[in-house]
């Protein structure tokens, strides 16, 4: 988990802790606007969860 936050060499995403589960902490794209396209995060997501689309 978070893999995408060392990927990412601008920095766009932060992980924050779950309301409901405080321990468990969930990467968020904090930064978009940041975003160089370069697609490093989209292939280590385990959960699959990242779409980058330039539009
Ligand atoms: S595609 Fe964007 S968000 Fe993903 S690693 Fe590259 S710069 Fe970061």
């Known amino acids: 988990m978070g893999t995408c936050v060392e990927v990412c060499l601008v920095a766009v995403f932060k992980l924050i802790e ?14 978009m606007e940041e975003c160089i396209f370069c697609m490093k995060c989209v292939p280590v997501c385990s959960e699959q969860a990242i779409n980058v689309k330039k539009d």
């Open 18 to 31: 779950l309301k409901e589960h405080p321990e468990t902490l969930k990467a968020v794209a904090a930064k």
